[in-house]
T-cell receptor, first 113, second 111 residues
Framework: GAGVSQSPSNKVTEKGKDVELRCDPI?????LYWYRQSLGQGLEFLIY????????KSGLPSDRFSAERTGGSVSTLTIQRTQQEDSAVYLC???????????FGQGTRLTVV | AQRVTQPEKLLSVFKGAPVELKCNYS??????LFWYVQYSRQRLQLLLR??SRESIKGFTADLNKGETSFHLKKPFAQEEDSAMYYC?????????????FGTGTRLKVLA
């Protein structure tokens, strides 16, 4: 596709369940970012991938959160044993190695009930 | 530490009034600075970048290296400017560029 694609668009899950969120970046973009946006709040950095380098995981809020990026393309953000405070919109963005512009997906709205 | 600071979470102005969204950054080097905007129910998208020195939708931003600021300004706010605004920098780290975003400022333009 032409843009960053995220799936699912919406996810409702029960507290304690695991969820996987997917991001398909723009082809050729080496950098991929995950952010969290809580209701009415700003962006919270979660994790950053750049090519084959070790990811920057400094923003992950707890060890229940993990992410991987396979083949330098698609990324999956996994949240284990979800809690109500995990409810938010999870945004993915990608950019080129030169970082001239970040392109965002439409987000996944996660609701933990 | 590399950081982008947007001190205001919410800024409310009346239609026709000037608006200034503040952004300060901390970075050891020469980063590129950007403003991104998120309108209701739309994706985050690039508004403008400092190297282009352009005016988009009446908005301008000047990079002040001495004050390490990149404030976004518009002389006459419109209701359609109501949105979430994010300041960001892209800085070179180990041969590649990494984005750092501020936490955002919500602009409300009142009729």
């Amino acid at each position: 596709g032409a843009g960053v694609s995220q799936s699912p668009s919406n996810k409702v899950t029960e507290k304690g369940k695991d969820v996987e969120l997917r991001c398909d970046p723009i082809s050729g973009h080496t950098a991929l970012y995950w952010y969290r946006q809580s209701l009415g709040q700003g962006l919270e950095f979660l994790i950053y991938f750049q090519g084959n380098s070790a990811p920057d995981k400094s923003g992950l809020p707890s060890d229940r959160f993990s992410a991987e990026r396979t083949g330098g393309s698609v990324s999956t953000l996994t949240i284990q044993r979800t809690q109500q405070e995990d409810s938010a919109v999870y945004l993915c963005a990608s950019s080129t190695r030169q970082g001239t512009e970040a392109f965002f997906g439409q987000g996944t709205r996660l609701t933990v009930v | 530490a590399q950081r982008v600071t947007q001190p205001e979470k919410l800024l409310s102005v009346f239609k026709g009034a000037p608006v200034e969204l503040k952004c300060n950054y901390s970075y050891s080097g020469s980063p590129e600075l950007f403003w991104y905007v998120q309108y209701s129910r739309q994706r985050l998208q690039l508004l403008l970048r400092h190297i282009s020195r352009e005016s988009i939708k009446g908005f301008t931003a000047d990079l002040n290296k001495g004050e390490t600021s990149f404030h976004l300004k518009k002389p006459f706010a419109q209701e359609e400017d109501s949105a979430m605004y994010y300041c960001a920098l892209s800085g070179r780290t180990s041969g590649t560029y990494k984005y750092i975003f501020g936490t955002g400022t919500r602009l409300k333009v009142l009729a």
